[in-house]
């Protein structure tokens, strides 16, 4: 008889976000009259911009004609792409990147999932806490988590670092030394955001104590202050313990079309080991690369239309999250976040569970968000909402939760 892989058998619960939907759906089943307003997931609203639709018709009519057809995209991604994306997101900002050390993909999250094939089983990692649920739920289906502890909700083998109100809802060095450090800035759910004087710390830690920092960059798009860099390799050093995640999915509105990138430089090694080498064995071996279509797409997100059609995107996205703010600080929420990032973190009122806050917004105000356990032990008592609705429906909802 075949066995399964007995890892997948220690996940927790539902992913969070089906468990979500789930709820959702129940609720709209027994409610078919309530105009039920989701601010729960991080989808975007806003279609695609024109730069972009033009290169994605483009493409389509390239791929009808034998001469310019494409099939199999190469292994690291086209060059047209991968020289985009190293001029407008690194040489732009004084970062110096290989073309060879950027790998196009699917997706920020299945590379967020996937990259830890090139990993040992017995690395133990370190997240913060409250956390992107993928980071943690691919370490279990991969054996590195050890086992979990119903008590405290946690699993043995991780190195928690809480963000909590004390911190400004960023991590601290951990007094234990991980093998492999997590981190997303700005950060999802939280919002948070460290500067270049921080991020440099947790580099200079890395670098000492022989740890790879895997840096999700995903919402770097919603930055607005100076001091907060937009890439890890803004940071002296980084070269030689990060690998850097990034999506089109939030800057440019990929949710349904799909695309990402990971920057593994080649001076990142391993006892002689080279990450990099490991990757692209890794990419070429399990992925057959973004459709043409798409890379094209995303080639047109760095054109000088793309730019400002994208940016005017994440400043509509912004406006959003600055009216959910204001409304919900004149409402008396304590809240963080939505000045870097189109997320906003508040704290549940009358020392609800963030569950009951989930099912108190969903049955009295018809709102959909995300409770803050769902992220790990320190989001309990807090609760996320996205600023990627349309305005329409932000204000909507915020002025529903005043009237509570």
């Known amino acids: 008889m075949y066995k399964i892989n007995e890892n997948y058998l220690k996940l927790q619960g539902s992913y969070l976000f089906s468990t979500?939907?789930?709820?959702?759906?129940?609720?709209?089943?027994?409610?078919?009259?309530r105009d039920v307003i989701s601010l729960g997931i991080g989808d975007v609203t806003q279609p695609l911009a024109p730069a972009v639709i033009e290169a994605l018709h483009k493409a389509v009519d390239e791929m009808a004609v034998a001469e310019t057809f494409h099939g199999y995209a190469p292994d690291l991604g086209y060059e047209f792409l991968r020289s985009a994306i190293r001029e407008n997101d690194y040489k732009a900002r004084g970062v110096d990147i290989a073309l060879d050390e950027i790998f196009i993909s699917d997706g920020a999250k299945s590379?967020?999932?996937?990259?830890?094939?090139?990993?040992?089983?017995?690395?133990?990692?370190?997240v913060c806490d409250p956390v992107y649920p993928v980071y943690v739920d691919t370490n279990v289906m991969a054996g590195r988590t050890g086992e979990f502890i119903k008590e405290t909700e946690s699993w043995s083998n991780v190195i928690y670092m809480p963000c909590t109100k004390a911190t400004n809802f960023a991590p601290e060095i951990p007094k234990e030394t991980p093998d492999i450090i997590y981190l997303c800035f700005p950060n999802n759910p939280t919002g948070s955001t460290i500067t270049k004087d921080q991020l440099q710390e947790w580099v200079d830690y890395a670098n000492k104590v022989g740890a790879v920092i895997i840096y999700d960059a995903a919402y770097e798009a919603y930055i607005s202050e100076d001091n907060v860099p937009h890439t890890i390799y803004e940071c002296d050093g980084a070269k030689t313990c990060a690998i850097e995640l990034r999506s089109?999915?939030?800057?440019?509105?990929?949710?349904?079309?799909?695309?990402?990138?990971?920057?593994?430089?080649?001076?990142?090694?391993?006892?002689?080991?080279?990450?990099?080498?490991l990757w692209a064995r890794r990419h070429g071996t399990k992925?057959?690369?973004?459709p043409y279509i798409i890379q094209r797409a995303g080639e047109a997100v760095y054109s000088e239309e793309g730019k400002k059609q994208t940016q005017a995107q994440v400043a509509y996205y912004m406006n959003n999250a600055k009216v959910i703010m204001d409304g919900l600080k004149n409402a008396g929420f304590s809240v963080s976040g939505g000045v870097n990032a189109?997320?906003?973190w508040l704290e549940t009122p009358k020392d609800m569970t963030s569950w009951e806050f989930f099912d108190y917004l969903l049955n009295n105000a018809n709102i959909v968000g995300t409770p803050g356990s769902g992220f790990g032990p320190s989001g309990e008592g807090y609760f996320r909402l996205t600023a990627f609705g349309t305005h329409e429906n932000t204000l909507k909802a915020i002025e529903r939760i005043k009237n509570l």
């Open 20 to 33: 979500i939907g789930k709820k959702v759906a129940a609720y709209k089943e027994a409610n078919p009259d």
């Open 111 to 126: 590379d967020s999932g996937n990259i830890g094939d090139i990993f040992a089983e017995n690395n133990r990692i370190a």
């Open 248 to 277: 089109f999915s939030k800057n440019a509105g990929f949710t349904g079309t799909r695309l990402g990138f990971t920057v593994i430089p080649k001076e990142l090694e391993s006892n002689g080991t080279k990450l990099n080498a």
């Open 287 to 290: 992925f057959n690369g973004a």
């Open 342 to 344: 189109p997320y906003v």
